[in-house]
């Protein structure tokens, strides 16, 4: 397997054989694309309107609060969490998370099901490590131990006193002669917020499958994000699971959530049953623990210069070397050396020659994925389903050492259904291709809103001056400067990636980076007693006009087989095009921009108003 990792060697697919695949990948498509393509999903009413409840933290009852805050963070996640903790750096102390969940952590805190675990290295992916003093124990990371760390952060920079959990945010409006936000809450709170930052996530919505006759089943049913021990047993460390003993499981989805959980379920249920759409593509995991000697010795400002080299590689940039050295830098690395190749060999260093480099790279690399389930699964049958065929990067890759093997054991059955997905689901189980499979346990592991609007996904409208919707305001598409900042929107700040870098590997980072700016400003602002900080039209307009101008970026392809990367296979409207834009020269030169810019201290493009 280390094989995987070895150095681009030019592929030797002929043009024949090249082509073969290309056809095979478009007919995969063809049979997946569906005219309502997001539309297929349905929100969590009705038989599953609880699967949105908080299985983890009882709601304990409080008096509501109406009180002033100087910054409010909406989300508790590693975003909100980061943004505090940089703002208490800049030494404001007057700041209150608020999250609908029973304790901080985000995803973290509500994904919880058996084997879940980060794909990104820890030492890369976990916020504040330096900061924080803490070691990770391993590569990759469990769950509850990114949980923990998240715990970590809101301790060490006293985030949790003043929290407000279990709590969601209803709306909230500017009030233009308080110069402050008016937030109502499902508590009963009514806060008067100076500065509002927004920290609600990609990807948190559970969504249902559009399956007919989903709302019909009967028996036991939950969505992946709500994982039901108390039904299963065991524990979100991977205790045996003793109550799936006797029974018939089945689980509807194959990404990367599935992934990590179907070893555990193949370990546990007595018979487990894999509904699978598309077959995600598993590269190896080769996880180790991290030793506690080597880490001490790394030098003070490491975790930056970490973030750095894994996002300068994983854009296809050079370094002198690949400190994290994984799947994510493995893919990229193949490309820019492909690259390199060609142009050695003549051709021009373009956009088409970059496309040539990535198809080679990707025939080279999805022929190992491919044999690597030949290598592992048993059953000719099966490991033909189990193959994926489209390029690497159409969906979310996935990197796992034990999820193939599952398949060999007597007790898991995979039941492919040739990209159309369960027929219907009745009372007592799940139809495919006529055939009926008896269930007394459905998991739902089909995944979280992402195309749809960022009022519906975080639950809340935010009205701006004059009243303006920001749902309204963004209708045909996000407008920000830096992806921070909305006009009409004074004293706002978005935390996340999109119109910014855009770094999706490596999320937190968007976070680490962006709150060293946010917290820049809102100091300077109270530091000079200023009512208002907005961006000019002006600074906006242009930033839109530039990120636009972003012709980078191998995802997002129509040709690809659908799923969330690509719009389910939907061409791209104004709006998306606007949603999925960060910044042209990619994400390091964004974070690069973006540290010049504030370490001014000028705020170019932002006016403050006394
Ligand atoms: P995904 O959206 O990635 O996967 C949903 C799955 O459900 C797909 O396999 C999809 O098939 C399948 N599906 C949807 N509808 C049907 C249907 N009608 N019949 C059968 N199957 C259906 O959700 P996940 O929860 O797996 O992952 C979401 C994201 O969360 C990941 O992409 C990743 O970014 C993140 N994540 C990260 C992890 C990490 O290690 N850091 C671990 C887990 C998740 P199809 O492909 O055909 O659409």
């Not at 009926?436 to 809103?449: K, N, Q, R, T, V």
Request: charged letters at 25%.
């Amino acid at each position: 397997e280390s094989s995987t990792y070895a150095r681009f060697v030019v592929s030797q697919l002929t043009d024949d054989e090249r082509q073969a695949l290309r056809g095979r990948y478009r007919a995969e498509r063809d049979k997946r694309l569906r005219a309502d393509g997001n539309n297929q999903y349905l929100e969590a009413t009705g038989r599953y309107a609880n699967l949105l409840d908080d299985p983890y933290t009882p709601v304990v009852s409080r008096a509501p609060l109406h009180t002033d805050v100087q910054v409010l963070v909406i989300g508790a996640g590693f975003g909100g969490l980061v943004i505090g903790a940089r703002l208490k750096q800049a030494g404001i102390s007057d700041v209150r998370l608020i999250d609908k969940a029973g304790d901080v952590g985000g995803v973290w805190y509500w994904n919880r099901y058996p084997g879940a675990m980060c794909d990104t290295a820890a030492m890369v992916y976990l916020p504040l490590l330096e900061e924080t003093g803490t070691v990770p124990s391993a590569k990759y990371v469990a769950a509850p131990e990114i949980h923990a760390h998240a715990q970590r952060i809101a301790d060490t920079f006293d985030l949790r006193r003043d929290a407000l959990l279990s709590t969601g945010v209803e709306s909230i409006m500017w009030d233009e002669s308080l110069s402050r936000y008016i937030v109502h809450t499902d508590r009963g709170d009514v806060l008067r917020a100076k500065y509002v930052c927004t920290s609600t996530g990609p990807l948190h919505l559970p969504k249902l499958p559009g399956i007919p006759g989903i709302h019909s089943f009967a028996g036991h049913a939950f969505h992946t994000s709500r994982w039901d021990y108390a039904y299963t047993g065991g524990d979100a460390k991977g205790a045996p699971m003793t109550g799936l003993a006797n029974k018939r499981v089945g689980i509807i989805g194959t990404g990367a959530t599935a992934v990590q959980c179907i070893p555990h379920l193949s370990r546990s249920a007595g018979e487990l049953f894999v509904f699978q759409r598309t077959p995600s593509s598993i590269d190896v995991r080769n996880n180790h623990e991290i030793d506690p000697q080597w880490f001490a010795e790394l030098e003070p400002g490491w975790q930056r210069k970490w973030m750095t080299n894994f996002t300068v590689l994983q854009t296809l940039g050079f370094a002198e070397e690949d400190l994290v050295k994984d799947g994510w830098t493995d893919i990229s690395i193949r490309i820019r050396d492909r690259m390199v190749e060609l142009v050695k060999a003549g051709k021009s260093l373009g956009p088409e020659t970059l496309l040539q480099a990535y198809e080679e790279s990707d025939d080279e690399k999805m022929n190992e994925v491919r044999s690597r389930v030949d290598a592992i699964v048993g059953d000719e049958r099966t490991a033909d389903a189990l193959k994926p065929w489209y390029r690497q990067l159409c969906k979310r890759p996935c990197f796992h050492d034990e999820y193939l093997q599952s398949f060999n054991n007597p007790n898991t059955h995979l039941i492919d259904t040739d990209g159309k997905g369960v027929e219907r689901i009745d009372e007592h189980g799940a139809w495919v291709q006529g055939v009926h499979y008896p269930l007394d346990c459905l998991i739902i592991a089909s995944g979280f809103e992402v195309g749809t609007s960022y009022s519906r996904r975080s639950g809340f409208d935010i009205a701006g001056r004059n009243g303006i919707a920001l749902s309204e305001y963004w209708g045909n598409g996000m407008r920000s400067m830096h992806g921070i900042h909305v006009r009409e929107f004074p004293n706002l700040f978005v935390i996340g990636f999109t119109q910014g870098a855009n770094q999706i590997a490596n999320v937190p980072q968007n976070y680490v980076e962006n709150g060293l700016a946010i917290a820049d400003i809102i100091a300077h602002a109270e530091a000079n007693d200023m009512r208002q900080v907005e961006p000019t039209q002006t600074a906006q307009d242009d930033w839109l006009t530039f990120i636009t101008s972003n012709k980078r970026g191998l995802r997002g392809n129509p040709d690809c087989t659908p799923g969330y990367y690509n719009n389910e296979g939907k061409p791209m409207s104004q709006s998306d095009t606007f949603n999925g834009s960060g910044h042209p020269g990619g994400p390091v030169a964004f974070f690069e921009f973006l540290d010049a810019w504030r370490q001014t201290g000028e705020f170019a493009g932002l006016t403050f108003t006394k």
